[in-house]
């Protein structure tokens, strides 16, 4: 388990971007954490990393967005609106998730049954008492 503290956007950006970099096909990377907290910012660093140029937003009516002008595809997921397990079989999960792109899971607590053996959780919290940008980011390797 790593934990890194961010203590502006840029830094959770810059985490982002270097994890972006760093990813392989297959990997899948899940994101955890409150409304306004980073997510967006994180993700959009990822997918820079990706060497992805387009704007990256949360594909939250959708379910998953898919980018594939970078040097691996990237699969957006944001699970927040989905009412059961069953809806991700509808939009062919499994298909991505076991693909050779890279899949980032945006409220992945939400479908813990399904995730894969392997990923790579991503936990970003704030704390307030440490500033209002202050985020506290936990990565953690998961293996089922």
Do not use: C
């Not at 810059?14 to 096909?25: M, R, T």
């Not at 994101?31 to 990256?56: C, M, P, R, W």
């Not at 609106?81 to 992945?108: F, K, P, T």
């Amino acid at each position: 388990m790593k934990i890194i503290e961010s203590l502006k956007p840029e830094d959770t950006f810059s985490l982002g971007e270097e994890i972006g970099k760093a990813a392989q096909p297959g990997s899948v990377y899940t994101l955890i954490g409150d409304l306004g907290v980073g997510k967006t910012v994180f993700t959009q660093g990822l997918a820079k990393g990706l060497g992805i140029e387009e704007a990256v937003n949360s594909p939250t009516f959708t379910i998953v967005q898919v980018y594939e002008e970078g040097r691996i595809p990237f699969y957006h997921f944001d699970v927040y609106r989905i009412g059961d397990v069953s809806e991700m079989d509808e939009v062919g999960y499994e298909d991505y998730i076991y693909g050779g792109g890279v899949s980032l899971i945006e409220w992945a607590n939400l479908i813990e049954d399904i995730l894969p053996e392997r990923y790579t959780q991503i936990i970003i919290e704030k704390d307030l008492e440490k500033g209002f940008d202050y985020r506290r980011i936990t990565i953690e390797e998961k293996v089922e």
